[in-house]
T-cell receptor, first 113, second 113 residues
Framework: KQEVTQIPAALSVPEGENLVLNCSFT??????LQWFRQDPGKGLTSLLL?????REQTSGRLNASLDKSSGRSTLYIAASQPGDSATYLC????????????FGRGTSLIVHP | DVKVTQSSRYLVKRTGEKVFLECVQD?????MFWYRQDPGLGLRLIYF???????EKGDIPEGYSVSREKKERFSLILESASTNQTSMYLC????????????FGPGTRLLVL
């Protein structure tokens, strides 16, 4: 069964720092990997989707990379801002079967001014 | 823009009541999901539907049932609410066979007294 781990569970950084959030998974036969953002008390908002054939995706200050062979993805946030404070979750969908995503528990990020 | 809406943001019910949570998506997505989210436990899949009138149990289906009579609507039913079902409930939808982004609703925070 696919297991998805996100480390660290929590992170606090000063504004302006570049930072990296990590996601690791046990089954490398993935179909896609998705990064989400969740603000307190709200639903999840999709940030980036990386297909199995892709190595990275970019959106504004966000860049997500995928290394299937090592079972890892990273979310890079450039020039962090207080508005980036949220919980970031990754979800991995494995090829075949029911294509149901497996979620990590998330990294809670605080960017302080 | 894909929109996933949930019938209530906040709900307070008594133990033993029958509770209906409704979810509607407007993008003709095949897949719809119900999750619950609890501190320290992450996102857990309750039920999944890949087509009208089709459903599959997720990781924690006990105490819940679902209904999907129309493609755009997926209902979660708590037959007899209990205090341990107090939680944040999140609905999501996506294209079939794991294709594409998973879109989430704003969530329903349910309190069972």
């Amino acid at each position: 069964k696919q297991e998805v781990t996100q480390i660290p569970a929590a992170l606090s950084v000063p504004e302006g720092e570049n930072l990296v959030l990590n996601c690791s998974f046990t089954d490398s036969a993935i179909y896609n990997l998705q990064w989400f953002r969740q603000d307190p008390g709200k639903g999840l908002t999709s940030l980036l989707l990386i297909q199995s054939s892709q190595r990275e995706q970019t959106s504004g200050r966000l860049n997500a990379s995928l290394d299937k062979s090592s079972g890892r993805s990273t979310l890079y946030i450039a020039a962090s801002q207080p508005g980036d404070s949220a919980t970031y979750l990754c979800a991995v969908t494995v090829s075949g079967g029911s294509y149901i995503p497996t979620f990590g528990r998330g990294t809670s990020l605080i960017v302080h001014p | 823009d894909v929109k996933v809406t949930q019938s209530s943001r906040y709900l307070v019910k008594r133990t033993g009541e029958k509770v209906f949570l409704e979810c509607v998506q407007d993008m003709d997505h095949e897949n719809m999901f119900w999750y619950r989210q609890d501190p320290g436990l992450g996102l857990r899949l309750i039920y999944f539907s890949y087509d009208v009138k089709m459903k599959e149990k997720g990781d924690i289906p006990e105490g819940y049932s679902v209904s999907r009579e129309k493609k755009e609507r997926f209902s979660l039913i708590l037959e007899s609410a209990s205090t341990n079902q107090t939680s944040m409930y999140l609905c999501a939808s996506s294209l079939g066979a794991g294709r594409g982004t998973q879109y989430f609703g704003p969530g329903t925070r349910l309190l069972v007294l």
